[in-house]
């Protein structure tokens, strides 16, 4: 069992940067395959961001490719996603996600655990 929370959401402007965090409990956060997902007014969850369980393995949706970046502290137990040149279409609320003992998948119906997300806005 993990129990996740987010912060580091808020307003930036276009081309602005946030940093997203993800705080995990639990004695077993490198067992955890660990991303995040987004969700914007009226469209579905989708995937964004993966990070492997020594954090030598990530993987991006195309469209925020070499604009944010996923990392993990095991240390902290904490997972980021730091985000940059951000456009309008990244507004949504953001969640942490973690998979126990596989790769974490890219359906969101899927994901074994869910933070309760933060909101990023981006005004124009």
């Known amino acids: 069992q993990v129990q996740l929370v987010e912060s580091g959401g808020g307003l930036v402007q276009v081309g602005g940067s946030l940093r997203l965090s993800c705080a995990a409990s639990?004695?077993?956060?490198?067992?955890?395959?660990m991303g995040w997902f987004r969700q914007a007014p009226g469209k579905e969850r989708e995937f964004v961001a993966r990070i492997s369980w020594r954090g030598d393995n990530k993987y991006y949706v195309d469209s925020v490719k070499g604009r944010f970046a996923i990392s993990r502290d095991s240390g902290k137990n904490t997972v980021y996603l730091q985000m940059n040149s951000l456009k309008p279409e990244d507004a949504a609320v953001y969640y942490c996600?973690?998979?126990?003992?596989?790769?974490?998948?890219?359906?969101?119906?899927?994901?074994?655990?869910w933070g309760k997300g933060t909101l990023v806005t981006v005004s124009t």
């Open positions: 996600a973690a998979q126990m003992g596989m790769v974490l998948p890219t359906q969101p119906n899927a994901i074994d655990y």
């Open positions: 639990g004695r077993t956060f490198s067992s955890y395959y």
